[in-house]
């Protein structure tokens, strides 16, 4: 019976001073909320913004202890957010809403690429000058999303006679001659092959953003649990991203660096120029423009446009309310 | 002062040209004495080309005279004419010396 | 050991030659250098060009042999039948006996296997414990969208891959050659592809190869993508991540990027290069293509390494040219010295000697050269002047004496002559004068005057041939003897006579007087006299007219014996002057070498005949001087003698 009592005792000691020790560990705990991101693709400096507002500690300074998750082929973010294997995705404005016309409870806290950065390339000297002379030639699109501009671009400018090859993952198709016009993303194809060897007076681009086919692409997201649950947490990482974006544009050197270090620690071979190139275009594709144009808003006409795309395709049925999908957070 | 020496009928000549003096007169003094010791004894002296002659002149030609005379020789003058015959004969000498107009009058009278 | 530099031979010598020197060696190390550069530049394009073509053979060796493999799979899968089993045995033999192909597949277009599989590929692949089998085909593994499969199968040719980087981790290199293997159309048309035949191959023995040319001394390698991505490299960190653009792009050299082009178009090419390509160093670079992949193989040489051994064997040559300039220095100097010490020792003993100490000795300037020589004459010039200065002494000494004698002989000679005038004050019959100027410092010339009787008064006028001591001499001998003759009382011919022979005995050197001796009757006026070769006496009247007399007379004294002598007599009135001269006075030379003459002497005594007769003197004596202009050849001799009673 002593025995027992002595067993009491000690295991109530015990827990007293496990208390008294964990307390400062759980009330730190309690002031940093854990949350994760995960981008829509591999480290790079299409997501600087976040990259820097980890590494300068601005989501820590917002409560936030955010893990990046690494992204890619084989990992949708947007999946990963609605199934709850991450707390945020970035993600493309199309996806996003076909996901939500589809039922998923997801919402944009925002808005960062506001001017799509989707463009045709092509070779001068393969006479391709305007969007009529694509007809008859091969063109290579990605599939997904990224075919919906192409879709409306054909459209517009009438162009129905293209063989479409798939492009998939690489640009070598193309840079052997076997595409007469290839896709790609400003701040990424394109200038992998002026890396090649190609002279920028040597391509002739066709920006769909110029034509008036302006999709904007990446955003924030999130489950409408989460941002109904702790608003407060959703709006501190907007603003610490907006924050990491912020400073990324007025620290591009130093921003480079971290974008660097980041990349090199994920093993995937980059080199500076083109990460700085990469930095410099999502600069242009973010930096608000036009009257009543801020950081991270979504531009109802681009929603609605999108929309109108998404149902002529058929993809969708109809457009979800751009107030229950963009949720602007103060 | 130039000597001319000549030959002719056995006989030497010296033909003098220019002044005879006492700066000259070692030269004549010389050439008589060769011929002398060549064994000359008769020695003619020409004066027609003679424009001058000073003591010293005369005095070698008195001396010459005197040392022909002494080995059996002769001193015969020719062509004394204007100062030179005038210094002969103011000294005297004119009348004591065998003097001919021409050199070849001179040898002719040997 | 002072140097004067700046003026010293030694400086000059040592300015010259060396300048001279260093300029042939600066020249010669030059043109040396310039030609061994151009040299070793000239082969290092050459080995470049040489290593760079070795090379890339080498790789296009192996790659063509590599890719041949599949094509023969290709070849064999497109005309024989094979079941799935032989397939399957055929991809893994493929594996087995071809060490260098890692992996190998057969992967077919959807149906193309089966009519109703959409996808197969079995794929074998090396590990270290033998050959692996795994079906590509998947629901993860889309092949269909592999690079490995779509580029060829769009293109429709065989093709080697973009390198990449396994994704296996471990970061090896590789490449694909895929071959697409096709089946002939339905009724002969067209054929069309039916799969993709692949051989991965690891290019982990590029870099090998790389490495191994990098190892040595001069140059290295690296390899290029036909995109210009970097597959070998000596700088690991380039090594599939960057290509010749992006670091042209992060350098900023547009020139590179250039460059960069050139080489994934062209088939080959050289330049020399300075840039980040290049590690910022002047190099030369050569590139070439490996054939069946586009790849571009480069090989660098930087320039420093080049030349390295120009370098060193240039500052070998510097360092020994220096040397030896600084030897050639020493020499000359030594040379400079040899010659200007001894140079230096002369002027100091010739300033000695221009100052009057002839004690030199510059013996010990050995030597067979110019210097020794120098100084050798030197030294005989300093003997020799030495005896020269000891004769001049001598004879100066000698002429001194005789000139102090002759000084001595002429103030005999002058004390001899009667100079004292009015020499008989008490007869006032007369008045007389007589002057003698010697021409040299003793006279030919002579006069004399004495009383043979109370009345009758000798006088002479003579002259001596010749000048000098010789006319001197025989002057005293003449002037002794007749004045001893006369004094006897005897005419003057007489007198005359006498003296001739005296004097023509023992006078072996012919000398010869002219003799004018006139006895003067003081009481009658009246003159006896006889001429002996002398010049006729003159007689001034007190109108100053002149005439002439005893031009008739007989030789001069002492050239023969026994002559006959002639004498005149002449009346003196009074007033009327005589005068006896010698013909110093009338053949006086102008430096025209014109001769005073009769006539001027004649109208110079007619305008002083009113002069005391010494003041008419002085008159002849300042004329003949102006006329002679200082240059008296013959002795002057005047005596005047005037009637008073």
Redesign the interface.
């Known amino acids: 019976m002593i025995k027992q009592l002595i067993r009491i005792v000690t295991l109530g000691l015990v827990l007293a001073l496990a208390g008294a020790l964990l307390h400062p560990v759980i009330a730190r705990a309690d002031a940093l909320r854990r949350v994760s991101l995960i981008p829509q693709w591999m480290p790079q400096a299409q997501f600087a913004g976040y990259m820097v507002a980890l590494k300068k500690g601005f989501y820590r300074e917002a409560g936030l202890d955010l893990t990046l998750l690494p992204g890619g082929p084989g990992r949708p973010s947007l999946e990963c957010v609605i199934n709850g294997q991450a707390s945020f995705a970035t993600g493309w404005l199309t996806t996003a809403i076909q996901r939500r016309a589809a039922g998923a409870p997801l919402v944009n806290l925002a808005q960062i690429v506001q001017r799509s950065a989707l463009m045709l390339v092509t070779l001068r000297s393969s006479g391709i000058h305007r969007p009529r002379d694509l007809n008859g030639k091969r063109v290579g699109l990605w599939g997904g999303d990224f075919s919906l501009p192409p879709w409306v671009f054909f459209r517009k400018h009438e162009i129905r006679d293209i063989r479409i090859v798939p492009q998939y993952h690489s640009i070598d198709l193309f840079l052997k001659g076997g595409l007469d016009a290839a896709s790609a993303m400003w701040y990424n194809e394109y200038h992998l092959m002026i890396n090649s060897g190609i002279d920028p007076d040597e391509l002739n681009t066709f920006m769909f953003a110029e034509d008036g086919i302006n999709f904007p692409e990446d955003g924030l997201y999130c489950r409408e649990e989460l941002l109904q649950a702790a608003p407060e947490v959703c709006g501190a990482f907007v603003l610490a991203s907006l924050r990491g974006w912020t400073y990324t544009f007025e620290h591009p050197e130093e921003a480079l660096t971290i974008v660097m270090d980041s990349v090199r620690d994920s093993g995937v071979g980059a080199n500076t120029a083109h990460q700085r190139w990469m930095l410099a275009r999502m600069a242009d594709i973010i930096r608000p423009r036009g009257p009543g144009a801020r950081l991270g808003r979504l531009d109802p006409d681009d929603y609605n446009q999108v929309g109108r795309v998404l149902m002529e395709k058929g993809l969708i049925d109809s457009l979800p309310p751009y107030i229950d999908f963009f949720k602007e957070l103060p | 002062m130039q000597i001319v020496v000549s030959e002719k009928g056995g006989a030497k000549i010296m033909a003098l040209s220019g002044r005879l003096d006492?700066v000259t007169v070692g030269e004549a003094e010389h050439q008589l004495n060769t011929l002398i010791e060549s064994g000359q004894s008769i020695v003619v002296i020409d004066f027609e080309t003679l424009e001058y002659i000073s003591?010293?002149g005369?005095?070698f030609v008195?001396?010459g005279a005197?040392k022909l005379q002494a080995r059996n020789g002769k001193l015969l003058l020719a062509g004394l004419g204007g100062v030179v015959k005038e210094v002969f004969e103011?000294?005297?000498?004119y009348?004591?010396l065998p003097v001919f107009d021409t050199p070849d009058q001179a040898i002719g009278s040997l | 050991m002072r140097f004067f530099f700046g003026r010293s031979l030694a400086t000059r010598m040592v300015l010259y030659v060396l300048g001279g020197t260093v300029l042939v060696f600066v020249i010669i190390m030059g043109d040396t250098y310039l030609s061994s550069r151009d040299i070793i530049l000239q082969q290092a394009r050459q080995n470049a060009t040489d290593l760079a073509d070795a090379m890339a053979q080498k790789i296009e060796k192996n790659m063509w042999g590599i890719a041949k493999v599949p094509q023969a799979l290709a070849g064999f899968i497109e005309i024989c039948d094979w079941t799935d089993k032989t397939l399957l045995k055929l991809i893994q033999r493929q594996v087995e006996d071809h060490p260098e192909i890692y992996g190998s597949a057969v992967a077919f277009e959807p149906g193309a296997y089966h009519p109703n599989q959409r996808s197969y590929a079995p794929y074998f692949y090396r590990t270290p414990i033998g050959i692996r089998f795994v079906q590509l085909a998947t629901d993860n593994y889309d092949y269909f969208m592999m690079n490995w499969y779509h580029v060829p199968r769009t293109l429709g040719v065989a093709d080697w891959s973009e390198p990449y980087l396994d994704e296996g981790g471990g970061g090896v290199i590789m490449s694909t050659y895929s071959v697409p293997f096709f089946q002939t159309g339905p009724e002969g048309g067209a054929p069309h592809i039916r799969g993709i035949i692949t051989a991965d191959v690891s290019l982990d023995w590029l870099s090998e190869l790389i490495a191994r040319i990098s190892r040595e001394k001069t140059g290295y390698a690296f390899l290029m993508s036909e995109f210009g991505t970097f597959i070998a490299h000596p700088r690991t960190e380039y090594i599939m991540r960057e290509s010749v653009f992006s670091l042209a792009e992060t350098y900023k050299e547009p020139e590179l990027r250039k460059l960069g082009r050139d080489m994934i178009r062209k088939p080959e090419g050289f330049v020399g290069l300075n840039s980040i390509l290049t590690d910022n160093k002047p190099a030369f670079l050569a590139y070439t293509r490996v054939q069946s992949t586009g790849w571009c193989l480069a090989v660098v040489f930087p320039k420093d390494e080049l030349l390295n051994d120009l370098y060193v064997l240039n500052q070998r040559a510097a360092i020994m040219a220096g040397i030896g300039i600084l030897l050639l220095f020493l020499i000359i100097l030594l040379i400079a010295r040899s010659i200007t010490g001894p140079l230096r020792r002369i002027v100091q003993a010739t300033a000695r000697m221009a100052g009057g100490d002839l004690e030199i000795d510059l013996k010990d300037i050995r030597g067979r050269d110019e210097v020794g020589r120098l100084a050798r004459s030197f030294d005989r010039m300093s003997t020799e002047l030495k005896q020269y200065i000891c004769d001049l002494t001598e004879a100066t000494a000698a002429r001194e004496r005789i000139e102090g004698e002759l000084n001595i002989a002429a103030q005999i000679q002058k004390s001899i002559l009667p100079c004292c005038f009015p020499p008989f004050p008490d007869r006032d019959e007369f008045d007389l004068y007589a002057m003698m100027q010697p021409a040299r410092e003793v006279a030919g010339d002579f006069y004399d005057f004495f009383f043979i009787d109370d009345d009758r008064l000798a006088l002479i006028m003579a002259d001596v041939s010749g000048k000098g001591i010789p006319a001197s001499l025989f002057m005293m001998v003449s002037r002794t003897m007749l004045k001893s003759i006369a004094t006897r009382g005897e005419p003057p011919d007489v007198v005359l006579a006498e003296a001739n022979n005296l004097l023509c005995q023992g006078n072996d050197t012919v000398m010869f007087v002219t003799v004018f001796l006139a006895y003067y009757d003081v009481g009658t006026g009246r003159l006896t006299y006889a001429n002996g070769g002398h010049n006729p006496a003159l007689l001034l009247d007190s109108e100053g007219h002149v005439r002439e007399f005893g031009q008739k007379k007989g030789a001069a004294l002492g050239f023969m014996p026994d002559l006959p002598y002639q004498v005149g007599e002449m009346d003196l009135k009074t007033g009327e002057t005589l005068v006896l001269y010698t013909d110093g006075v009338t053949e006086a030379l102008s430096p025209e070498e014109e001769m005073f003459g009769e006539e001027r002497f004649a109208a110079l005594l007619g305008r002083n005949r009113g002069l005391a007769l010494e003041d008419q003197g002085n008159r002849v004596g300042i004329t003949l001087d102006e006329f002679q202009a200082g240059n008296q050849f013959d002795d002057i001799t005047i005596m005047f003698m005037k009637r008073k009673r």
């Open positions: 006492a003591s010293a005369l005095r008195l001396a005197k103011l000294a005297g000498f009348d004591l």
